[in-house]
């Protein structure tokens, strides 16, 4: 069931148990900095594409090679 997927488990959870869990894992998603607020300005950030820059030791290394 839905459920299930959201609470991480395969057993079957009565309904007034799901929201209390559901409640408790709002709870501590928000303790760690994962509110509504912050998904939402996440959502509408532009995705960025962040690449690590080569050492000059590596594109020297390259750089010969290429000549040979």
């Not at 488990?9 to 709870?27: G, M, N, T, V, Y």
Request: charged share 30%; with cysteine.
């Amino acid at each position: 069931m839905a459920w299930d997927l959201v609470l991480g488990h395969s057993k079957k959870i009565l309904p007034k148990d799901f929201q209390k869990k559901l409640d408790e894992r709002i709870a501590r998603a928000a303790s760690r900095g994962f509110t509504h607020k912050y998904q939402n300005e996440r959502g509408h950030e532009d995705n960025s594409i962040c690449l690590k820059q080569l050492a000059p030791a590596t594109l020297k290394k390259y750089e010969d090679a290429a000549i040979n």
